[in-house]
């Protein structure tokens, strides 16, 4: 077993290598996974794009290695093709001096006339290895390229860094992708996932056995990272068997928030789940609601009584809560009576500078669900790792907590470093009220007793998939309402990969 599923698994650049040499190791030679790269690529293209004059690109490593490859078979299949080599070919070593050797087209100087008349550009300039930031002569060839010319990139965009999505001094743009066995956490994350275009994973002869001894701990974010804990309805089931989600509302004026996390709780399965807000803010949540239940709370120790029904057994606190003191202690009493916790939006600003108070009286499980600007108020000493995923790890890791860091590539971290990596978000998620609709669904896998990782996960890929499809004109309210048809999607999804159940 690996901490992560193994399909779903996303490799590091030295985890790859590890799985290459692996591979080599057990008796496939490397010159057999560089043709297998190679044709894989040229198969990504022959089954997308005509014949047409195409330029490959080759770097002085591996992934030049597999650019020579490439040149080969769209020659063979009918492709007008030159190489351009950036290292001098007679340097090259290894695998990739015999698929040079293997090339018997032109070989034309590294500069841009490389490029004229020509409309496919094969990227093999550096893919895993890439160790620093690109010098002037691949970022003019870059630039030359320009936006009129197809890019399909071996492995990565050149300049892509493969471990975070980060960019060292440019990268190209691609129209498609083709790595190799796993896809990398560069490829979801931006803004490297928006230089990738198209993504292909191909199969080149590398079991999966070797993620076995390697225990990736990054995942691409999907229905069999969740599916073996979601929640399973019994057939005699009542609904004190699915949990009770307890949402707190700000003021009079502020109990929208609460009330969309509270009936996105219920429709994504908790058995029960109230409201709770002050005198007049639960007169206003009681003209609202109807399968939501509503009491008045009032202030933290109220609070504390109404939680200490260990039947209450999730809380989400911070929408439209308010920032300040009332709030700090609102969650450090949840924290307190032990029931699960979903710390959101105002939540999380109230404990910029004293959160460690909470990781100290955290007793049960604690999702955090930070924005960028909410996670640097609360973990300003994080703010200079070099990426979200590094951020999010970190974070968790210091808490003690579950870290959703919020945003288009949403990371969601576990303290014992796991990480899942969303890509099935459209941006019409941006939109006001959604977070809010995302903590209590969060909140209402908690309270059916689902692990806070896997909770968080879940709902994530949730919100994505009820937004999916609906286009321009999404706003929260539609999100809680679609989540009967995100649940059939993910259904249906591990029922086509013979998982259901
Ligand atoms: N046997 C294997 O290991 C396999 C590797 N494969 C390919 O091999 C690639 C990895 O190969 P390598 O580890 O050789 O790495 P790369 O080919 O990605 O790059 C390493 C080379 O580029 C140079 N370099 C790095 N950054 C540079 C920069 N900014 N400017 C100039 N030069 C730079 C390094 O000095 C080194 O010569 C993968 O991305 C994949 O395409 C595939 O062929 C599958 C099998
Ligand atoms: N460009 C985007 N693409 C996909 N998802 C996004 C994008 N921007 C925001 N989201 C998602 O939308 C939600 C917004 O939450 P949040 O910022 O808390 O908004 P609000 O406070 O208005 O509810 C988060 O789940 C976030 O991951
Ligand atoms: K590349």
């Given at each position: 077993m690996t901490s992560v599923p193994a399909d779903l698994a996303l490799l590091t650049t030295e985890e790859m290598g590890r799985a290459d040499r692996l591979t080599i190791d057990g008796g496939i030679p490397g010159t057999t996974l560089m043709e297998n790269a190679g044709r894989a690529v040229a198969d990504a293209i022959l089954a997308r794009y005509p014949a047409q004059a195409t330029l490959v690109l080759c770097g002085p490593g591996n992934n030049g290695g597999d650019g020579w490859v490439v040149a080969r078979r769209l020659k063979q299949a009918g492709f007008d093709v030159a190489c351009s080599a950036l290292a001098p070919v007679a340097a090259l070593r290894g695998d990739a001096a015999v698929m040079a050797a293997r090339w018997n087209g032109p070989v034309l100087p590294f500069e841009p006339a490389a490029l004229d008349g020509r409309t496919l550009i094969v990227d093999a300039l550096f893919g895993a290895g890439l160790a620093r930031d690109l010098d002037s002569a691949v970022l003019r060839m870059i630039e030359a390229v320009g936006e009129g010319r197809r890019v399909v990139a071996v492995d990565l965009p050149s300049g892509v860094n493969g471990d975070d999505g980060t960019i060292r001094g440019g990268a190209f743009t691609a129209d498609l992708s083709v790595t190799f066995f796993r896809a990398k956490p560069g490829h979801l994350l931006y803004p490297g996932r928006a230089r990738t275009g198209q993504l292909v994973v191909a199969d080149i002869g590398i079991s999966p056995s070797v993620l076995e001894s390697i225990d990736p701990k990054a995942a691409r974010n999907g229905p069999a990272l969740f599916a073996r804990h979601f929640p399973v309805l019994r057939q005699d089931g009542h609904k004190y068997d699915r949990g009770h989600t307890v949402t707190l509302s700000g003021g009079a004026?502020?109990?929208?928030?609460?009330?969309?996390?509270?009936?996105?709780?219920?429709?994504?399965?908790?058995?029960?789940?109230?409201?709770?807000?002050?005198?007049?803010?639960?007169?206003?949540?009681?003209?609202?609601?109807?399968?939501?239940?509503v009491a008045e709370v009032d202030g933290p120790a109220g609070l504390a009584l109404f939680l200490s029904d260990r039947r209450r057994n999730a809380a989400v606190i911070g929408p439209a809560a308010g920032v300040g003191d009332t709030t700090f202690a609102h969650c450090r009493m949840a924290l307190a009576a032990g029931c699960a916790c979903v710390f959101d939006a105002d939540a999380l600003t109230s404990a910029a500078g004293r959160a460690d108070i909470l990781w100290r009286?955290?007793?049960?499980?604690?999702?955090?669900?930070?924005?960028?600007?909410?996670?640097?108020?609360?973990?300003?000493?994080?703010?200079?790792?070099?990426?979200?995923a590094a951020r999010a790890v970190a974070a968790a890791k210091e808490?003690?907590?579950?870290v959703v860091l919020k945003g288009a590539d949403?990371?969601?971290?576990?303290?014992?470093g796991r990480i899942a990596i969303n890509d099935n978000a459209p941006p019409t998620l941006a939109t006001a009220g959604s977070g809010d609709v995302l903590a209590g669904m969060i909140g209402g896998l908690l309270a059916q007793h689902m692990p806070a990782f896997e909770a968080a996960a879940a709902a994530v890929w949730l919100h994505g998939a009820a937004a999916e499809g609906f286009g321009r004109g999404l706003i929260a309210e539609d999100l809680v309402e679609r989540l009967p048809i995100a649940?059939?999607?993910?259904?249906?999804?591990?029922?086509?990969r013979g998982q259901a159940g």
């Open positions: 004026l502020h109990t929208g928030a609460a009330r969309l996390a509270a009936r996105a709780a219920l429709r994504i399965g908790s058995g029960l789940v109230s409201t709770i807000g002050d005198a007049e803010a639960a007169r206003v949540i009681a003209a609202h609601q109807t399968a939501v239940m009286e955290r007793t049960a499980d604690l999702v955090l669900t930070p924005h960028d600007g909410e996670f640097a108020r609360l973990f300003p000493q994080l703010s200079g790792l070099p990426s979200r808490s003690g907590a579950v949403c990371c969601i971290a576990a303290p014992d649940l059939q999607i993910a259904e249906n999804h591990l029922r086509g």
